[in-house]
């Protein structure tokens, strides 16, 4: 575990230092464009962006198909060798599906959020020039507004968090129902020993653990291929 974090963060970090790079060098480019949308736009894609990129490149791609890979490979192992197994994997298969379902809510989500940090960006730094150079707002210094805008933000951040938590609780109950469900067939099947059972448990935990990490890592690179569209 130590080994595959110290790897993924290697990888992570370098991922992120060389978009950071390319993105310094754009800005380069447009260097001449002093439009303060524009240098709140610059300034969610040097900040924001980055972080939700290590997440993609640590937590996402990687992640997700080895999490998902092993989860699927373990579970057709015991389908097909382990029949008094086979219903209990019918919950962790109904898990599954809903997790993939619920991914598209949450990237809606997700975009909505970014939407809202980008909006609380501009006005920052129109308010931060203002209030350097003593530039008339207008409008007083935009106490209502800043209100306004992070609570908008924050609305968006707690349904982001709602649809993230359905995912991985959908996760979680289908492995505690898939528990269940052993434990009542290998009671109705008069199977003598608890070897056999604590074994199929394992194995059942097993599996769900990585849909559960499986849901974790999918919104982890929902978000990072969002940051990496738009950077693109």
């Known amino acids: 575990m130590l080994l595959q974090r110290w790897v993924g963060e290697t990888f992570a970090q370098l991922y992120v230092t060389d978009c950071r790079a390319a993105l310094f060098a754009a800005l380069a480019q447009h260097r001449r464009s002093r439009a303060r949308g ?18 993609y ?12 890979t092993a989860a699927g490979a373990a579970a057709a192992w015991a389908a097909n060798t382990l029949p ?3 219903l209990s994997l ?4 109904i898990g599954a599906a809903l997790v993939a379902l619920l991914a598209r809510p949450l990237t809606s989500a997700i975009a909505a959020q ?5 909006r609380l960006n501009r006005f920052l730094v129109r308010r931060v020039h203002a209030e350097l150079t003593g530039e008339p707002g207008g409008g007083g210094h935009g106490f ?8 908008d933000l924050s609305r968006a951040a707690v349904r982001r968090a709602g649809h993230a938590g359905a995912m991985e609780a959908v996760a979680t109950l289908a492995g505690l129902a898939a528990a269940l469900i052993l434990a009542l067939v290998w009671q109705a099947s008069g199977q003598p020993g608890h070897a056999g059972l604590a074994g199929s448990l ?14 974790r890592a999918l919104h982890a690179r929902i978000g990072g291929r969002i940051a990496l569209d738009r950077l693109q």
Not at 47 to 55: E, G, K, T, V
Not at 144 to 151: A, F, I, M, N, V
Not at 202 to 215: H, M, N, W
């Open 90 to 93: 019918i919950p962790l298969a």
């Open 84 to 86: 008094q197994l086979r």
């Open 202 to 215: 394992t194995l059942l935990g097993f599996i769900a653990a990585r849909l559960l990490e499986s849901a």
């Open 144 to 151: 209502r507004k800043l209100e306004t805008l992070s609570d």
């Open 57 to 68: 490149a640590l937590r996402g791609t990687v992640r997700l198909w080895t999490s998902a």
């Open 38 to 55: 524009a240098d709140a736009r610059w300034m969610t894609l040097l900040i924001n962006d980055m972080a939700a990129l290590r997440n």
């Open 114 to 118: 970014r939407k809202e940090r980008g």
